[in-house]
Structure formats: C-alpha cells, structure tokens
C-alpha cells in the first residue's frame, strides 16, 4: 500500500515549497525533510485538506490501487470486436513481417550480389525469424488484456496465434510460386516473383489479420459448441493450407526439385499440425491438466523442429 507524499501532493498541484511553506507556517528545510517521510504527518495532512478542499481520505488512500482501478476503467470494450481485432491482428502481422524482413535481411544482400549463401545461415536465419513470430503471439496477447477487458482464452492461446495463422497463409504464398514458375512465363521466373510479391504480401496480410481476428474472437468466447466450432474450422483451414502449400511447391519444381529433407518436414510438420489441432479440440477437454502440452509445447515444437531438422541437415551436407 502507498499513500500520497508531500512531494507527491507538491507535483500534482504544481505547488512551489516555499509557497507550501507559508501555508503550513514552517521553514522550507524542515518541509523538505517531511516530504522525504513515505506518509503525511496527520495534522500536516489536516491543514493541507482544509487548505485545499481535498477529500477526507485524500492522505491515506491507496494510490496504487486507485491508479490500478483508473487503468482497468480505462480499457476498451469496443461495440464491434471482430474490427477492432482484425485491426489490431492488421498492425501486429505488419510488424512481425518488418522484423522478420530485417533479420533476414544478410542474406538478401549476399544473394543480390551473387556470393554464395551456405544453406545452413539461410536456414539459421529463418530458425530466428520463426522464433521471433513464435514469442510475437506473447506481445499480441498482451496488448490485448493491457488495451480491453476481454480474457477468455486470450492468454491460452499466445503461441497458437503465429503459429496457427502462419500455417493458414502459407498456401497462398506458395501458390505465388507455382504461379509464377508454370503459369507465367517460365523463362522469366525471377521477374514473375517480383512482380507477385506486392500483390501476394497485401493477400497473405489482410488473409493473416482475418484468421488471427477470427482466433482471438474465438478465444475470448465462453465455453461452449460455438467456440468449438470456431476452432474445428480454424484448424481444418490450416490443415487444408499446409497440405497445398507443399503441393504447389512440389508441382512448382516438377515433384523432384526439392530435396528429401524438404518432403520429409513437409510431411512432419501436417502430422504435427494434426497434433497441434487435436490437442486444442480434443486434449483441453479431456486432460485439461495438461494444457501447458496443448497451447504452449506442441506448437512450440511444432513450429521450430522442422526448421531445425532442415539446419540440421543444411549442415551435415
């Protein structure tokens, strides 16, 4: 518990010492020393409540709890919620992509200039890119419960949200790719991407922000066969997603330009997926002792182990 000092009184109203001073009928060193003290002396604190008009329990209420209760007062609790989380799920894919375009940038800049990239340090750069996606659903989930009034699940869920939606955008991208090498003209590959990667940046965010807003309406709602339907369909999607994404990128190289460690994670990371889903629908329910497994370690690994079996790998060759 804290209560209101006089320095603390001096800084609100914005009061001179030597001012206080006089009003109090005391040498300005002896009031210096008083406002060192972490309470107001109780006849200093009667002369400064009928000076002031102040209320009574203006010198011993708790301040921190009251500026605890100001704050809680002050969150929202927006009228239209599926907005206001496709906005906020808007910003918060925006500046993952911004940070994850920085880390990545090394590479980009060797690749332009024609030197040669180990496989292992572009690998290694997107271990550390997807890492930084991962712990971003921490930010997202906080902001949240800091910014409104809503809780539910919101907490539950922070490694769900990138993992989930990542999985729920990755098709599109890859059908970018494929786009690209066969329907486009296939001698000009390089030019294809680059005229695609505009249009396919502004589908895979505005696609992400609508996913991330329809899990965390989910997640803020009660218990009950609505949310689960929500998360079935939420799963399914992402499921449905990461089975094209590696389709369109095996027909993209004609089912053999990819390397068997590229299959191999590609297969790994559905059945994990699988897992993730099955945790989220089926394991809260019946071991929900085990929730700690289901929201935070399955995606977790989910989400880093194939990337490190390919750095692995990258490595090894």
């Known amino acids: ?3 209101r000092t006089l320095q603390k009184f001096r800084a609100e109203h914005e009061i001179w010492r030597k001012d206080l001073a006089k009003i109090l009928e005391m040498p300005e060193e002896e009031l210096e ?7 107001v002396p109780p006849e200093i604190a009667q002369k400064l409540i009928a000076a002031y008009t102040l209320p009574a329990d203006y010198f011993t209420v708790d301040v921190d709890a009251a500026a605890a ?4 007062a002050q969150k929202l609790e927006p009228a239209a919620p599926f907005r206001y989380f496709f906005v906020v799920a808007l910003v918060w894919h925006l500046l993952v992509q911004v940070v994850n375009a920085l880390v990545l940038i090394p590479t980009s800049i060797f690749a332009a200039l024609d030197f040669t990239v180990a496989p292992f340090f572009n690998n290694l750069e997107s271990l550390c890119a997807t890492v930084i996606t991962l712990v971003s659903g921490i930010y997202l989930s906080s902001y949240i ?7 539910g699940d919101i907490i539950n869920y922070e490694f769900l949200y990138p ?10 991208s890859s059908f970018s790719t494929l786009f ?9 590959y390089f030019m294809n991407e680059m005229i695609l990667s505009v249009p396919t940046f502004i589908v895979t965010l505005l696609a992400g922000a609508w996913f991330t807003a329809t899990h965390l309406q989910a997640a803020v709602m009660e218990p009950g066969k609505k949310k689960d339907k ?12 990461r089975i094209l994404a590696g389709l369109f990128i095996s027909i993209a190289n004609d089912f053999t330009g990819q390397s068997f460690w590229y299959y191999f994670n590609t297969v790994l990371s559905v059945l994990l997926l699988a897992a993730v889903a099955a945790g989220i629908l089926l394991g809260s329910k019946k071991k929900p002792q085990l929730n700690k497994v289901w929201f935070t370690a399955l995606p977790v690994v989910a989400m880093i182990l194939p990337q490190c079996i390919s750095m692995i790998a990258a490595f090894a060759a």
């Open 163 to 172: 993992y989930l939606s990542g999985m729920a955008i990755s098709c599109l």
């Open 33 to 39: 020393q008083l406002e060192t003290m972490d309470k």
């Open 69 to 72: 209760e100001a704050r809680e």
């Open 145 to 151: 419960r800091k910014k409104t009034k809503y809780r």
């Open 180 to 188: 690209a090498a066969k329907i486009l003209d296939p001698a000009n």
């Open 230 to 241: 929500t998360l079935l369909v939420l799963c399914c999607v992402a499921l449905a997603s």
């Open 1 to 3: 518990m804290a209560t």
